[in-house]
Nanobody, 131 residues
Framework: VQLVESGGGLVQAGGSLRLSCAAS???????????ITWFRQAPGKDQEAVSC????????YYSESVKGRFTVSRDNAKNTVYLQMDSLTPEDTAVYHC??????????????????????RGQGTQVTVSP
């Protein structure tokens, strides 16, 4: 299994970016357990799970810091999860990566799975938001 993120870059405050997490070796369909979570980590700050999406149904979660601005989605045919980020602020500046848990249905968690649950992780993509 390989997770590859793309779509990061430099954007002005108020702008938008769409991140992609392409998963090879995973199947997204109604028979697949698990989920994909988008994390971010800014310098000097703890890692934060910003959003996650189920493989098999429409369960999604968002952190309070991004709710209403970020939208997570998936394309099963492409085995890709997207994170649409709108109304970006400098506080969104971080390295974003995706991680996959392929054992537990997302609806069994009250939010995104804890960090101990993930089987695979991508390398990350830098998002920088200028004032």
């Amino acid at each position: 299994v390989q997770l590859v993120e793309s779509g990061g870059g430099l954007v002005q405050a108020g702008g938008s970016l769409r991140l992609s997490c392409a998963a090879s070796g995973l199947v997204f369909d109604e028979n697949s357990l698990g989920s994909i979570t988008w994390f971010r980590q800014a310098p000097g700050k703890d890692q934060e799970a910003v959003s996650c999406i189920s493989f098999l149904d429409h369960t999604k979660y968002y952190s309070e810091s991004v709710k209403g601005r970020f939208t997570v989605s998936r394309d099963n045919a492409k085995n890709t999860v997207y994170l649409q980020m709108d109304s970006l602020t400098p506080e969104d500046t971080a390295v974003y990566h995706c991680s996959a848990d392929r054992r537990v249905p997302l609806y069994l968690w009250d939010g995104c799975p804890p960090e101990s649950e993930y089987d695979f992780r991508g390398q990350g993509t830098q998002v920088t938001v200028s004032p």
